[in-house]
């Protein structure tokens, strides 16, 4: 082989190297491009679940306060009545002797009417469904309507934590994505990929919470 055949060989050779190595990045590249597009789509998933985990907790954390609201009217006229009835009690047992029959049982049946009051205050179900809070309108059911919607309230906050987290993790891995492109890094591409796979366990814990972050 002359020294001029040796010289084309080596060109020829490195030609082919630096041809393989470029579809190599390119190769690389395109499956790094996918990756941030996967990636982009559970972004867009995962903001769409905390959009309605933050919208659950705003419209439980309405109603809860709305309930106590009603619990809070319940309550002071309930305690208008129990003075009418104490106020009664008193003049019944003071003036009892000074008061005529007509007016002590007029007085004793308004008593009556009036406790009548308070206990429903207290406790009012609905007749048909007895054991249905939601239907009803007495303090005791109010009390369980409201603990049931601040119930409702901090799982949808608790949900919206893990949304949250997800989605910080999933901007992370696009940068570190967005890097391993331009520097051609397999390290920064393999990291983002674990910070999307954390965020998907973080992003399903938001739609299912399966454990309840501190």
Do not use: C
Not at 69 to 91: E, S
């Amino acid at each position: 082989m002359s020294a001029v055949d040796a010289a084309e060989h080596v060109t020829g050779a490195a030609e082919e190297a630096a041809q393989a190595a470029d579809e190599r990045k390119a190769r690389f590249q395109r499956w790094t491009a996918l990756l941030i597009a996967v990636i982009a789509v559970l972004l867009a998933v995962n903001g769409v679940g905390g959009s309605n985990a933050a919208e659950d907790a705003l419209n439980a954390n309405i109603l809860a306060s709305d309930t106590w609201a009603f619990f809070q009217a319940k309550n002071v006229r309930q305690t208008v009545y129990k003075l009418a009835v104490d106020d009664l009690a008193m003049q019944l047992e003071l003036g009892g002797d000074t008061l005529s029959f007509a007016a002590q049982t007029a007085m004793q049946s308004r008593i009556e009417a009036y406790q009548a009051t308070i206990d429903r205050y207290e406790s009012e179900p609905d007749p048909n469904d007895p054991a249905d809070f939601f239907k009803g309108e007495g303090k005791l059911e109010l009390s369980q309507r409201a603990l049931f919607y601040e119930a409702q309230r901090d799982e949808a906050m608790e949900r919206d934590r893990s949304f949250d987290l997800a989605e910080a993790l999933f901007q992370i891995a696009i940068v570190l994505a967005s890097v391993a492109i331009l520097a051609y890094s397999r390290p920064a591409r393999a990291l983002a990929i674990l910070f999307a796979v954390v965020a998907v366990g973080f992003m399903v814990n938001g739609f299912l919470l399966l454990v309840s972050l501190p």
